[in-house]
């Protein structure tokens, strides 16, 4: 193994430094060696992507030592937040302020420049994902410079680096849409997996957050909805039961189990049958899988690289063990997904050529060219994007 090594520890890399930047200015000046040494720069956040987007030979820039919220409009729904601020150490500055995130994933682990780069999403038919909320990005572009980019400034920028990949430079800030600070209320329960899918939409759009998890081999399913409620939030939190609290502690989950996930966002009228499909694959030649399929959904968004761009999405990931060989069951449900118009996760495994990934994402032009022109010498891409970009 590697010097660097992601959560699962199944990618790694054996980078010619670490280095764990101290603020911006040190970034400025590890882009600017990195440009004397000839090495590629590559950013981590919280390491929690399965995809090979960090590994590098030359240096990996951890974000770890710049956190904090630097500022909260809450007339204008926004927050200023330092890039490799973990979601978990949002929730009670933002609330300290009313403001809370629209939604947030399954876990809180993540730093918020490393969720935003690659589309993390939570669940919600009414809800986009966590790049469709950035207004603002402040970054240490190749040649060394901060540029800012929002609405008015370097626009183009900000439209292709809301969801960068980590090809567009250090992200050091980030301005993310918030809203008014709320409590949520947690319902789980177990229903039949056919009963769900008859009337998945009803069960969907009957509240702020639903999703289900299925294990393989079970006729049954756990459901669960979140509703925005005006009730006084319980704590401690109910970590057996259900959880009535503030916005963060509700959506966030712990899962301490290492594995791999492979998850593609489907058009919404897709994911039933798709579902289905999986269902069937899995009883045949699967029988042993003892992970859960997670079934979400996601409103369309306008973010380049966004898996809902323009498309009412449902998402659905597949995981498998660490200690297992994840190749034939991700290859085999990679079939599925794609023979119902899937687009992969950019965090999580697939096995996509450039060629593939330009056919399913209609911005791919516009997002390389902008790219190209803020780093011609392509010190920020990896071999797995270089790959991509060659086809
Ligand atoms: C247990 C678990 C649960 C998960 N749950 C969900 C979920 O519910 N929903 C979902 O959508 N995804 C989920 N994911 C996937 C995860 O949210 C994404 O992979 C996310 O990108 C990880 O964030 P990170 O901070 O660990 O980023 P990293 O994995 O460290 O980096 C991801 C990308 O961001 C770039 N990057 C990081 N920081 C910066 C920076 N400051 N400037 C520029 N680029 C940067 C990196 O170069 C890389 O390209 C889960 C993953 C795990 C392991």
New binding site residues.
Partial sequence: MGEWA???GKVDASPVDVVAALDEAHVVATVVEASARDVGV??????????P??PTDGLI?D?AA?TGVYEVDRARGVARIA??T?IADLGEPLRAKGVALFN????D??????????????TGPTLQ??SAGVRGLR?VVADGTVVECDADRNSELLAAARL?????????EVTLAVRDSYVLDETMWFEDLDEILDRVDELTNATRHFEFFWLPGKSQAVCKSLAETDGEPRYPLDDEGSRLAWSYDVLAND?PDK?T?M?YSLPEEAGPSCLRELRDLIARDFPDLAWPL?Y?TLAADDVWFSSAYERATV?ISVHQGVDQDDGPLFRACEEVFLAHGGRP????EHHLTGAQLAEIHPRWDDWWNVRDQWDPEGR?LNDHLRRWRDG
Avoid: P, Y
């Fill in positions: 992601n959560w699962s590559r950013c981590v956040g919280a390491a929690h992507s399965h995809a987007l960090v820039v974000m710049l890039g490799g973990r947030q994933g399954d876990i682990r993540q730093a918020i420049a490393g969720a935003v780069a690659t589309g993390t999403h939570g994902n966590l970054l960068s990949l980590g090809a567009f430079g250090v992200v050091t899962r594995h996930e998850e997670e979400r998402t996760h950019w965090g999580k920020f």
